[in-house]
């Protein structure tokens, strides 16, 4: 996933969740089958994409369930490639060695 680039604004939840969801169609139309950069850069603008790597991950549980179903209905695909991208993030959090760990969450 691309890092946000420097100097872009900040979104609130729900206007990343509307921009989800207005490119959502155009998104179902792409044969090519390319990564929603466009959704997860706003996701990631939001804050959204790095929900479990916070100190405290249990805590997030519930918000991270409640987003998955935000972002599934403004698109299932975006939401789909997200819930992987947070239990990616969990098992770094849970099995990784405490440097890989460190490093990969700071990323």
Not at 55 to 70: G, N, T
Request: charged residues 25%; hydrophobic residues 50%.
């Amino acid at each position: 996933m691309k890092a946000a680039e420097p100097g872009l604004d900040r979104l609130s939840r729900p206007n990343a969740l509307a921009l989800v969801a207005a490119g959502a169609a155009d998104r179902d139309r792409d044969t090519a089958g390319r990564f929603p950069d466009d959704a997860f850069g706003a996701l990631e603008r939001a804050g959204l994409t790095s929900i479990t790597a916070s100190a405290q991950p249990a805590a997030a549980y519930p918000d991270e369930l409640a987003l998955l179903h935000e972002v599934a209905r403004a698109d299932a695909g975006v939401a789909r490639i997200l819930d992987g991208h947070l239990n990616a993030v969990e098992r770094l959090r849970v099995q990784a060695p405490a440097a890989l760990r460190d490093r990969e969450l700071a990323a």
